[in-house]
């Protein structure tokens, strides 16, 4: 597939100039024409002349979905078209990622796509679950319905992803001023004191020593240890992309007693909630289970909801493959099976996403209120080392006075 330059007038006369990705020519002839523009020129571009194109629009959040969601419920509900709505969505949205994927989706709109066909083309800004919950709607003719209840949905996930930044902004700041502590000390304020000390011929301490050889070691060797870390954080990234990354960090997440809880209700309330929005749509349950594997963030809960997908498609009830994978907490599985047996899972798995996305908030506070006290020691502890080392010298050289 190359990469063809364009030059055409839209219906306002205007000149636009751009580029799309085509097998040949005739093909990018014919989808101008089909956006009703009237076709100047069309050039093959090469990696000289292709067009610099540089965005620098971040990925829309949750919080942006939700609000795209929301008011695109809205108007429809008010008798205006889809393509209407599209337009007015578009010139609205501060997310350049967003605005123009939207553009997109009206053009394709207006061409005689249906909604939930026009946003799987733009699989890197709306979620799946997005996508499938238009193209329910549209099936069933209740398409505002099916976005007001993925608005809700992405409020549930944005409230409950604040919770969990809310959970790691503490010891993050802490830790970075822990760093830059350390830091300063090491390579302006123990040099100064060590010359001091040398100047006086007075014996260092063993503490001292041992600050001191960092200190000098860090003096030394800076340009080394700068690249160094940045090569390893930047190998730690990679790998835990890689198929072995992926399970082994998730293997601790939930082996970590601090954390475990916390991942293991943020699961919970995730799973529960999008499976009870996708089967509120009428999404089947074999499909819906397998769009909310692929939301899931720790690989466990993937594989394990991948393996009850398998099992549905051969009979058995959705609660049995949760229980064997020994990863939700019983509560999960039996609600589900009670709503099983009495043909009410989704109002189960509603009560359960309410239930859990309470937990997920008082484990966010249980967690930071361990986890200050413990920060606070550890950080104590690294300042009570590099001041020891410090004040040692000075000791020392006092207890020799007093000696005379």
């Given at each position: 597939?190359?990469?063809?330059?364009?030059?055409?007038?839209?219906?306002?006369?205007?000149?636009?100039?751009?580029?799309?990705?085509?097998?040949?020519?005739?093909?990018?002839?014919?989808?101008?024409k089909n956006q009703g523009l009237i076709v100047l020129e069309v050039t093959e571009q090469n990696a000289l002349t292709r067009d610099i194109n540089i965005d620098f629009g971040g990925k829309p959040t949750t919080r942006d979905m939700a609000v795209f969601c929301r008011q695109f419920a809205s108007i429809t509900r008010a008798g205006v078209t889809?393509?209407?709505?599209?337009?007015?969505l578009a010139e609205q949205t501060e997310n350049v990622k967003l605005q123009k994927a939207i553009q997109a989706v009206r053009a394709d709109v207006e061409k005689g796509e249906s909604f939930a066909d026009s946003l799987s083309r733009h699989p890197k800004v709306f979620p799946e679950l997005l996508i499938q919950m238009a193209r329910a709607g549209?099936?069933?003719?209740s398409l505002d319905t099916a976005m007001e209840r993925m608005a809700i949905q992405f409020e549930k996930s944005a409230k409950t992803q604040a919770l969990v930044r809310k959970a790691m902004i503490y010891p993050v700041v802490v830790a970075l001023v822990a760093i830059a502590v350390v830091i300063v000390m090491l390579v302006f304020v123990i040099p100064r004191y060590m010359d001091m000390f040398e100047e006086l011929g007075t014996e260092l301490p063993w503490i001292t020593m041992m600050v001191v050889h960092m200190s000098n070691f860090i003096q030394g060797f800076w340009y080394i240890i700068i690249p160094a870390l940045i090569a390893v954080v930047y190998a730690l990234q990679v790998w835990a992309k890689t198929y072995s990354g992926k399970h082994v960090l998730g293997r601790l997440q939930l082996k970590i007693p601090a954390i475990k809880n916390l991942v293991v209700k943020s699961a919970s309330s995730q799973m529960a909630r999008t499976l009870s929005t996708l089967l509120a749509a009428g999404v089947p349950l074999v499909e819906?289970?397998?769009?909310?594997?692929?939301?899931?963030?720790?690989?466990?809960?993937?594989?394990a909801l991948k393996e009850a997908v398998s099992q549905i498609m051969i009979g058995v009830p959705l609660s049995q493959p949760l229980q064997t994978s020994g990863l939700f907490p019983p509560m999960v599985y039996h609600m589900i099976h009670i709503g099983e047996e009495v043909g009410s899972t989704e109002e189960m798995l509603n009560k359960l996403a309410d239930y859990y996305e309470e937990e997920v908030e008082m484990a966010v506070q249980s967690l930071m209120a361990a986890m200050e006290p413990m920060i606070i020691i550890v950080l104590a502890g690294v300042v009570g080392v590099l001041i020891g080392a410090c004040m040692a010298p000075m000791v020392s050289m006092y207890s020799a006075l007093d000696n005379l």
């Open positions: 597939m190359a990469t063809w330059g364009y030059v055409a007038i839209d219906k306002s006369g205007k000149e636009l100039k751009g580029s799309k990705d085509a097998d040949n020519k005739e093909a990018v002839v014919r989808e101008l889809i393509i209407e709505t599209l337009t007015m549209e099936a069933s003719g819906a289970v397998d769009i909310v594997a692929d939301t899931m963030t720790n690989i466990w809960y993937k594989e």
